[in-house]
């Protein structure tokens, strides 16, 4: 797997996609409904590929998943804000894939946080294997970092 930047073509494929993975959250303890801002909007994606934000996960040719992630290089910090693979391809290892991809995309990096749905049984094991760590639970979210300490001590030098 790898990732790469999205192409305006894919963006329509991307929403699909966003949208058949996230409906799948109702078998894990979602409300019908109850899916991430904006999941399923085109115009936002959009926005997100115009940005630099939205990567497109591809194994070969095929368009697997997707990631919106936002670098912050001077504070050495990656906001991981939504990964999604194709409901066709769960349970399959990319999801793990793809976040290794996104840590490599970033070398300088000394922290990645995310947060998620505290309904959201699936992902506790999903990032805890991952090697992030629960730093706070608050308003129904659960808040995950996961510290490079190589480059923690490279960035104070």
């Known amino acids: 797997m790898y990732i790469v930047r999205a192409e305006a073509d894919q963006v329509e494929k991307i929403v699909d996609m966003s949208v058949r993975a996230f409906e799948t959250d109702v078998n894990v303890g979602g409300v019908k409904g109850e899916c991430p801002p904006s999941f399923d909007s085109i115009e936002w994606h959009e926005q997100m590929a ?15 998943g997707a990631a919106i992630v936002f670098p912050d290089e001077k504070k050495n910090s990656v906001y991981i804000g939504r990964i999604f693979i194709d409901s066709v391809y769960h349970r399959k290892g990319y999801g793990v894939r793809l976040m290794e991809c996104i840590e490599k995309n970033y070398p300088f990096a000394a922290e990645f946080i995310l947060d998620t749905p505290s ?11 991952l090697g992030y760590r629960i730093i706070k639970v608050e308003e129904g979210f659960v ?15």
Request: charged letters at 35%; aromatic letters at 20%; glycine letters at 4%.
């Open 50 to 64: 115009r940005e630099g934000h939205l990567y497109q996960a591809m194994i070969g040719k095929d368009l697997v």
């Open 119 to 129: 309904w959201n049984k699936r992902t506790y094991d999903f990032y805890k294997k």
């Open 143 to 157: 808040f995950y970092q996961k510290r490079n300490h190589a480059n923690e001590f490279r960035n104070e030098q």
